[in-house]
């Protein structure tokens, strides 16, 4: 149990072009989900929580213009990277929360999408 | 500011040993500990999570916690070349509202 998905798993784009990444939970409803960033050799970094119908919190200094978060449903949340330019290529990973229980304390994650940007 | 401090790695151990990682944090409001295990070019996978204070086994893994002393750690037994990964600690308050706070992590490499 607490699987969650993303697509795609890796994306090459032109620098200027927006790219959407999906964050799925498959087998539990996510009132809560969080997008992280992590750069080669480097910890996590949490870019912003998103609960289900609301907008998304930003954490200090992640642009919410270039940004855009979209939790439009209890099982997805979307991450749209505007414009993109080379220094936004990384590893992108999302996490989900359930709504009650152990779900609820923990957050499991996706398996992330590396974005490259030309 | 809260934080969370790992050892300083890498670590490494032959097959067969245990592998013990500590990790702190500041917060004594804390009230949820985890540990989770990166490949290298992977997202994070879930191999702990730990609420109450002393010791949590599962499998080949054991999470102790120390409330006291703000201070929880995870054991490997009978490591494994698989077990080579970096392992990050994070904290968090229970409820709705709570983020997860993470250690750099600590990489362990297994020597066959």
């Known amino acids: 149990g607490a699987v969650v998905s993303q697509h795609p798993s890796w994306v090459i784009c032109k620098s200027g072009t927006s790219v959407k990444i999906e964050c799925r939970s498959l087998?539990?409803?996510?009132?809560?989900m969080f997008w992280y960033r992590q750069f080669p050799k480097q910890s996590l970094m949490l870019m912003a929580t998103?609960?289900?119908?609301?907008?998304?919190?930003?954490e200090q200094g992640v642009e919410k213009d270039k940004f855009l978060i979209n939790h439009a449903s209890l099982t997805l949340s979307t991450l749209t990277v505007t414009s993109a330019h080379p220094e936004d290529s990384s590893f992108y990973i999302c996490?989900?929360?359930?709504?009650?229980?152990?779900?609820?304390?923990?957050?499991?994650f996706g398996p992330g999408t590396r974005l490259t940007v030309l | 500011q809260k934080e969370v401090e790992q050892n300083s790695g890498p670590l490494s151990v032959p097959e067969g040993a245990i592998a013990s990682l500590n990790c702190t944090y500041s917060?004594?409001?804390?009230?949820?500990f985890f540990w989770y295990r990166q490949y290298s070019g992977k997202s994070p996978e879930l191999i702990m999570s730990?609420?109450?204070?002393g010791d949590k086994e599962d499998g080949r893994f054991t999470a102790q916690l120390n409330k006291a002393s703000q201070y929880v750690s995870l054991l490997i037994r009978d490591s494994q070349p698989s077990d080579s990964a970096t392992y990050l600690c994070?904290?968090?308050?229970?409820?709705?509202?709570?983020?997860?706070?993470f250690g750099k992590g600590i990489t362990l490499s297994v020597r066959p």
């Open positions: 087998d539990f409803q996510a009132t809560t």
């Open positions: 996490s989900a929360r359930g709504a009650s229980g152990r779900l609820r304390d923990t957050q499991y």
């Open positions: 730990i609420y109450s204070n």
């Open positions: 917060d004594r409001g804390s009230q949820s």
């Open positions: 994070a904290v968090a308050y229970t409820g709705a509202n709570s983020k997860l706070t």
């Open positions: 998103s609960n289900e119908g609301s907008k998304a919190t930003y």
